[in-house]
């Protein structure tokens, strides 16, 4: 039986999960490192995390039942009483931008900037050291002003109603860009299908990218018509001035195997991103390779192993659906992440889509099966395995032994 303590057990896992995101060991800080035992006013810190010779994060190394919370305050304490040329917080009270905590298993971070999104959230590792310094550089107090100074009725005034609200709320709904304005890193939207959720996603995309607040994007589809559906329509997008979205951004579809590593808006399935991220002996997409994720359809793509896919990155994560889930508003975190609702009876009322009656129209076929060549086909096999055109004729046209009801 090993005579160490479950926190020194829980180290020699860190130490190697810091080497394979970038980060040596130092003596000092200089370089790029982590630096065991650092110390500050009220203690040492397990690590700091050195770029460059800036310390930009501190990690507090756990047992394996640790308490996240306990452990939280304790970093932040000690990136209050850290002396750095830097200062971070609304009251300018930290003087480290990013506090990690980890027990070998799990790796949790905050990002204790004014601005950002103060909840911690679980990765899938260590960022490495240029992720984190990437972090830094963005403004985001500039890009959040852009998007106050820029209304989506002057950027994208062509969209419908339901899409700028979306975007930028209503009297009574947030929209995306005051959820992302609260700190909120998951958003769910809902809006019926036929009421044009990708070119809202297309606009949202757009001022996202142009106030700086991300820089790249990935937008997931479930089925690969409309993944092309959807490289079409952002590559085509007005963004004013005479241009298209695709000839500011580069636009790029994830096909056949290959990741478009350059392209700042990336249109995937959601099989094929699934593929590259199980495949990564081959093609290697770090955590932070993406600043957003738009999934289309999201109350089908958290199921299961598909979920690996949106857990994979640390980005602001938009779900779009027209038919929300419970473990849809789970996965979103909670209720009041749902920062907009266009339902389908919204858009009938205000003549988006046109209503519908639903029929039920059974054969013998559809009841039974049949036998054909003999070879017996159960009625699930129907239009799977076999098709049978003059059943399907009876259904069309309502004659014969189609019953309608």
């Known amino acids: 039986m090993s005579d160490k303590l479950p926190e020194q057990q829980s180290r020699e896992v860190i130490d190697s999960q810091l080497e394979r995101a970038g980060w040596k060991q130092l003596s000092e800080a200089s370089g790029t490192g982590y630096i065991e035992e650092y110390p500050t006013a009220s203690g040492p810190v397990d690590y700091a995390l050195v770029v460059e010779g800036e310390i930009l994060a501190l990690v507090e190394a756990k047992k394996a039942d640790y308490n996240s919370s306990a452990a939280f305050a304790q970093a932040e304490r000690y990136a209050q009483d850290l002396e750095t040329s830097y200062s971070f917080g609304h009251k300018n009270q930290y003087h480290v931008p990013f506090v990690f905590t980890a027990n070998g298993n799990k790796v949790e971070m905050k990002d204790l900037r004014e601005y950002a999104s103060s909840a911690k ?14 972090m830094l550089k963005k403004d985001l107090e500039s890009a959040f002003e852009w998007l106050e100074a820029n209304p ?8 419908w109603d339901n899409q700028k609200g979306a975007i930028a709320g209503d009297d009574n709904q947030k929209g995306i860009e ?10 769910l939207v809902q809006m019926a299908t036929g009421t044009g959720k990708t070119w809202m996603a297309a606009a949202e995309i757009h001022r996202l990218l142009k106030s700086g607040l991300v820089n790249r994007v990935l937008f997931i589809a479930d089925r690969t018509n409309l993944a092309k559906q959807a490289e079409r329509a952002f590559s085509n997008f007005d963004a004013g001035g005479g241009l298209d979205l695709g000839e500011i951004y580069e636009v790029d579809r994830v096909k056949n195997g290959e990741y478009p590593d350059k392209a700042e808006i990336v249109v995937s399935t959601l099989q094929s991103m699934y593929s590259l991220l199980e495949n990564h002996d081959e093609v290697k997409i770090p955590q932070d390779a993406f600043d957003l994720v738009i999934t289309d359809e999201v109350h089908r793509s958290i199921y299961g192993e598909w979920k690996v896919v949106l857990s994979h990155f640390d980005s602001y994560q938009i ?30 009322d205000d003549g988006k889509v046109v209503p519908y009656e639903a029929y039920r129209i059974q054969t013998g076929i559809t009841m039974e099966g049949l036998e054909y060549e003999g070879e017996e ?11 049978v055109p003059d059943r399907n004729g009876s259904i069309e046209s309502g004659d014969g032994e189609a019953i309608v009801r």
């Open 152 to 159: 989506v009725e002057d950027t994208h005034g062509f969209l």
């Open 121 to 134: 959230r679980e990765l899938r590792g260590f960022h490495r050291p240029e992720a984190l310094e990437k």
């Open 377 to 387: 086909y159960r009625p699930s096999q129907l239009e799977r395995e076999i098709t």
């Open 178 to 187: 005051q959820g992302l304005r609260e700190g909120k890193r998951k958003l």
């Open 319 to 348: 779900g779009l659906t027209a038919t929300p889930a419970e473990h849809t508003l789970s996965f979103f975190g909670s209720r009041s992440n749902w920062v907009y609702k266009y339902r389908y009876w919204e858009a009938v």
